[in-house]
């Protein structure tokens, strides 16, 4: 049994990991590397195995840095089976699709800048719309929570709830060999437990290996509770200042509970029911609809209000903006809205318009409400900076910004050590998917007999 690790290795984004067992290639997940723009061309560097030999993907859930390469996987070679829950399975289509439009956007742009250049030379996107439907075609099985799928004889499969995102697991892979057995468990991204719409993650009883994310190692959030109610402080405190409210937003999830919250504020006169709210994100319109077809990712209470003909997530003044004449209209509101829009970390998107036209202004506030990788610009405003360049124009920084991590849809690092404490068995931790120094820091506080942090291609023989 053989592991080798080829994405998100000290590092956050473009997890990958490769489990060779019984003859048997097995990929967890197959991530794009995100941040700044020069991880472009990284994402189009080789994989660090071949894909041809590869027999089957299992993906943990449908972030873009966990699945966001998967059409160029299928465009290099891949032609085995992608399993995944059935609620990964909908939301990878969005975000796949949307990235591979997105790149073909891009090229369009760069190829008119080289022609105005002088410049001829052919260009092609990471992968195109036709690779992206061709890696949608070789999902296969769906599974379920904490039903064993059979991969190959003596090799399974158990999708546990990692409480991160709609469908999203952590995975257990057993082998069976000469009457022996082994077990990995790959976590995947772990949820923040006391969210408001999803279970809280779950584990197996035990593994021999385990394979874990550390994205908040070095950290503990603020209580749910606490957040919301800071949430609820930022919006009254701008719309008594007459300005907007900005949410850099990820569209799976955290759309989701701030409109949530937004509904739950209203109810209990925390936000004027005369509030505007614009949810300008084709994806995370797409992606709300998803929800309402998987109670069985959902907290029980919530399910309830969905099976019971209720909605959390209809607001009185909700508009949601599909089309780019709706978002550019959006912009014309100059005080009292709260608008919604990605990319979470600012890299892209309708959220660079939107700061573009509210950052300067002192009566408005950027509420950021997720992760930002270093090299972002949401990054580079939350650590302090004067102003910063969007759309080819420099913005002064003046509206109030705001940080509230505890909506975070990542354990803190009290989190991760209670959810590894809960799993016996553990000969050797490999903690992945985090920056080198919050890695470092869940590191020496896991009870583990060996703890490693492997770096890019590094591989391990169990």
């Not at 060779?20 to 967890?28: T, V």
């Not at 409210?245 to 409109?259: C, N, S």
């Not at 099976?307 to 909605?311: A, L, N, R, T, V």
């Not at 991590?405 to 354990?411: D, L, Q």
């Given at each position: 049994m053989k592991l080798s690790f080829h994405g998100a290795d000290q590092d956050v984004t473009g997890s990958c990991h490769l489990l060779?067992?019984?003859?048997?290639?097995?990929?967890?997940d197959c991530g794009m590397r995100q941040g700044s723009r020069e991880l472009v061309q990284e994402n189009a560097e080789p994989f660090g195995f071949d894909p041809v030999a590869i027999d089957i993907v299992l993906l943990t859930h449908a972030h873009l840095d966990h699945c966001g390469r998967l059409p160029l996987l299928v465009k290099r070679g891949f032609k085995g089976e992608i399993i995944a829950t059935a609620a990964t399975r909908e939301l990878a289509r969005l975000v796949i699709v949307d990235a591979a439009h997105l790149q073909e956007e891009e090229l369009r742009r760069a190829s008119r800048h080289q022609r105005r250049h002088g410049d001829r030379s052919p260009a092609e996107p990471l992968y195109s719309l036709l690779d992206a439907f061709a890696a949608l075609g070789q999902f296969g099985r769906a599974a379920a929570y904490g039903a064993p799928i059979q991969l190959a004889p003596g090799i399974r499969a158990t999708f546990i709830d990692a409480g991160h995102i709609l469908g999203s697991a952590s995975v257990l892979v057993e082998v069976v060999e000469h009457g022996e057995s082994r077990s990995v468990l790959f976590s995947g991204d772990i949820g923040?437990?006391?969210?408001?719409?999803?279970?809280?993650?779950a584990t197996p009883a035990s593994a021999d290996f385990i394979v874990m994310e550390s994205?908040?190692?070095?950290?503990?959030h603020r209580p749910m509770a606490a957040s919301i109610d800071e949430f609820y402080a930022a919006v009254a405190e701008t719309f008594a200042r007459g300005g907007n409210?900005?949410?850099?937003?990820?569209?799976?999830?955290?759309?989701?509970?701030?409109?949530y919250c937004l509904h739950q504020g209203i109810e209990i006169s925390k936000v004027p029911t005369a509030a505007q709210v614009f949810l300008d994100s084709p994806m995370a319109i797409s992606a709300t609809e998803i929800f309402r077809h998987h109670p069985e990712c959902l907290e029980p209470s919530v399910a309830a209000l969905f099976?019971?003909?209720?909605?959390p997530f209809r607001l009185p003044n909700l508009h949601l903006s599909r089309e780019t004449a709706d978002s550019m209209a959006v912009n014309r509101v100059t005080g009292g809205a709260v608008i919604l829009a990605g990319a979470g970390m600012c890299t892209g998107g309708r959220i660079r318009h939107h700061l573009r036209h509210n950052l300067w202004r002192s009566e408005c506030s950027v509420v950021f409400v997720g992760f930002a990788a270093i090299g972002t610009p949401a990054r580079r405003i939350i650590d302090g900076?004067?102003?910063?360049?969007?759309?080819?124009?420099?913005?002064?920084v003046r509206a109030r910004i705001h940080t509230?991590?505890?909506?975070?849809?990542?354990?803190?690092?009290q989190e991760l050590i209670d959810w590894h404490r809960r799993i016996s068995g553990n000969r050797i931790t490999f903690v992945v998917h985090g920056e080198l120094a919050a890695m470092a820091s869940l590191a020496v506080k896991l009870v583990a007999p060996r703890v490693e942090m492997p770096s890019m291609h590094q591989s391990y023989d169990l």
């Open positions: 060779e067992c019984l003859g048997r290639r097995i990929l967890i923040n437990a006391g969210r408001p719409l999803l279970r809280p993650p994205t908040y190692g070095d950290r503990l409210i900005i949410i850099p937003t990820f569209a799976l999830e955290r759309a989701q509970e701030i409109l099976q019971h003909g209720g909605d900076a004067q102003s910063i360049v969007l759309l080819g124009e420099d913005i002064p509230i991590n505890g909506f975070s849809a990542h354990a803190d690092q």
